[in-house]
């Protein structure tokens, strides 16, 4: 069972190219998340999307779009990365149900530079 | 105001001493409680969640939850060195949003 398994791991952009991040998940998981971590920011959202079919922006989705292809990829583009989105990104996904007790099962991270 | 605010630390402990690690959050709405130990270059990983008042034990670790108080601890009780990592506290609110604080590092020294 693999869980949540994010490509690439690490990643050199220059200024103004474009990449997609990849994530799958194959624990039957309706809700997916992209997270952004930096140093003295914690974890912060860019975008989810709660089923197949949704997504909508998170706290921090300027310069980023997504596509959740279905139930178990969603993947994260940058269109023009800029060195504001060095960063390590990390895909998460969750179990949506009545309750409000599952956390999340991240990925392991992709770690972004751009120069 | 943070959603979720956690001492950034470092937090030094001997090793077999309690661990003490507390968060805060400021929706009083928020339902459920979660804690993440994220070692250095590594994902997040769940260890624990708590949604009622009180204590909740497993293994030597034990969450705390305070809900008057809108206050989460995570003990760890006779601290390892492979316990050193950074702890983040999470908190899930209606309308399934999340949020996380910014963590607390901890170093278990032998």
């Known amino acids: 069972n693999a869980g949540v398994t994010q490509t690439p791991k690490f990643q050199v952009l220059k200024t103004g190219q474009s990449m997609t991040l990849q994530c799958a998940q194959d624990m039957n998981h309706n809700s997916m998340y992209w997270y952004r971590q930096d140093p003295g920011m914690g974890l912060r959202l860019i975008y989810y999307?709660?089923?197949?079919?949704?997504?909508d922006k998170g706290e921090v989705p300027n310069g980023y779009n997504v596509s959740r292809l279905n139930k178990r990829e969603f993947s994260l583009r940058l269109e023009s990365a800029a060195p504001s989105q060095t960063s390590v990104y990390f895909c998460?996904?969750?179990?949506?149900?009545?309750?409000?007790?599952?956390?999340?099962?991240f990925g392991s991270g992709t770690r972004l530079t751009v120069v | 105001q943070k959603e979720v605010e956690q001492n950034s630390g470092p937090l030094s402990v001997p090793e077999g001493a309690i661990a003490s690690l507390n968060c805060t959050y400021s929706d009083r709405g928020s339902q459920s409680f979660f804690w993440y130990r994220q070692y250095s270059g590594k994902s997040p990983e769940l260890i624990m969640f708590i949604y009622s008042n009180g204590d909740k034990e497993d293994g030597r670790f034990t969450a705390q939850l305070n809900k008057a108080s809108q206050y989460v601890s995570l003990l760890i009780r006779d601290s390892q060195p492979s316990d050193s990592a950074t702890y983040l506290c999470a908190v899930w609110s209606p309308g399934n949003q999340f949020y996380f604080g910014t963590g607390t590092s901890l170093t278990v020294i032998p």
């Open positions: 998460a996904s969750r179990y949506r149900g009545p309750s409000a007790n599952y956390g999340y099962t």
């Open positions: 999307s709660a089923s197949e079919g949704t997504t």
